[in-house]
């Protein structure tokens, strides 16, 4: 089973901490749907003998497509690629798009998950930002969007500048409230060459403080398992059977095409990216190019992407995995380099698989970096 990702390039406005590709023109729009298509003709050889079990669209956000360009896109999809006779399809929404109209119009789609970037329930958290949205916008989008959707994710951004721990707990209950099978949150993260990151430089916003995003993690951690959910990746709790397929297929090693500019593929041994600027990737396609670099992974590669990803979900890291595939050398590495942590008890070994604990899991990807190989192939 594979994967398709969608990127979709636009936004309204450009929020202060995303380093994402897009652009807040929605000049070409129409143009960009149609190379979106086109290229899923040029690639659909590359899954010749491949399944689409999922389909996601991401930006950007997606949902300032019309519904009907969605669907122009999805029906593309099932034009030019064997798809599983109930795929999981998400899209990524913000609650400024989500009007009672659009919302129905979806239902009406093979959209069947949406996951919806609120980030916060409180106006002076999202003015920060520089959400699109306002905190009255978030309520009414989840409280629509239940009443047509079964499966919803709603995104949260904790570890904010001035965010106290009862304030993160109240956008917590707040999420919580609406009974969603799935919440993904993630830590405020400083970029480079964003407005948030010239804000802090100016002193203008307070840098972001590591202690305070632990503390908001592990309070995430406990409230969503006292509620039923499952951590199953760092960053995100599903209740059983509400896992996100496609991300979930992305941490175990699926194949999956990305469309679009910017957009990331993967075919087991290669990794893919298309140029990420929007008027070279349409000029490109309108001439039949695809407009992507690859890289051919090492044995290497391939071992510490195994190592990161697996560190951050409850499948962990499979010592047999390692023996069979990358060989004794890289098994006795990790062995060896892990010993510490499982000491300190922030990695577990339990059934031959090394795992987060919970101790470590807000530490996952430091720990994980530590046990890379380098120069080894």
């Known amino acids: 089973m594979a994967g398709i990702y969608i990127h979709i390039p636009f936004c309204k406005q450009a929020c202060h901490y995303c380093d994402f590709h897009f652009s807040t023109s929605m000049e070409k729009k129409e143009a960009m749907v149609s190379a979106l298509k086109k290229e899923l003709v040029l690639r659909k050889s590359e899954f010749r003998d491949e ?28 034009q030019n690629y064997k798809v599983v006779e109930n795929p999981e399809i998400t899209l990524e929404a913000n609650p400024d798009d989500l009007s009672d109209q659009k919302i129905e119009e979806l239902s009406n789609s093979k959209i069947n998950r949406l996951s919806i970037g609120i980030q916060s329930f409180f106006e002076e958290d999202l003015k920060l930002m520089n959400r699109a949205h306002s905190a009255k916008e978030a309520d009414n989008s989840i409280a629509k969007a239940i009443q047509f959707f079964d499966n919803i994710s709603i995104d949260l951004i904790y570890g904010m500048p001035d965010m ?36 802090i430089k100016k002193g203008l916003i307070k840098p972001v403080d590591d202690q305070v995003a632990q503390d908001h993690f592990n309070i995430l951690v406990q409230k969503m398992e006292e ?38 593929s993967y075919d087991g041994n290669n990794r893919a990216w298309n140029i990420n600027n929007n008027a070279k990737y349409l000029k490109a396609i309108e001439k039949n190019e695809l407009p992507l670099e690859k890289e051919m992974l090492s044995q290497t590669d391939k071992y ?53 604990s919970k101790k470590g899991k807000f530490l996952a990807d430091g720990i994980a970096s530590n046990l890379f190989m380098i120069n080894l192939s």
């Not at 999922?54 to 519904?67: A, E």
């Open 51 to 78: 399944i689409v079990a999922t389909i996601y669209f991401g930006g950007g956000t997606p949902s300032v497509l019309s519904s009907h360009e969605i669907n122009e896109i999805i029906a593309a999809v099932y």
């Open 164 to 199: 106290s721990n009862e304030r993160w707990e109240q956008n917590i209950d707040k999420a919580l409230s609406f009974g969603v099978p799935h919440i993904s949150s993630y830590a405020l993260t400083v970029e480079p060459k964003t407005a948030l990151a010239s804000f």
């Open 227 to 264: 509620n039923g959910f499952v951590n199953y990746e760092i960053s995100n709790f599903g209740k059983p059977n509400y896992f996100s397929k496609n991300n979930t297929a992305y941490w175990l090693g699926k194949k999956y095409i990305g469309i679009g500019p910017s957009a990331h």
């Open 304 to 356: 510490n992407e195994y190592v990161m990803t697996g560190l951050r979900t409850i499948w962990g890291v499979s010592l047999t995995r390692i023996e069979e595939e990358f060989g004794t050398r890289y098994l006795n590495y990790l062995l060896q380099n892990a010993q510490k942590y499982v000491k300190e008890e922030l990695l577990l070994m339990e059934k031959n698989t090394l795992y987060t």
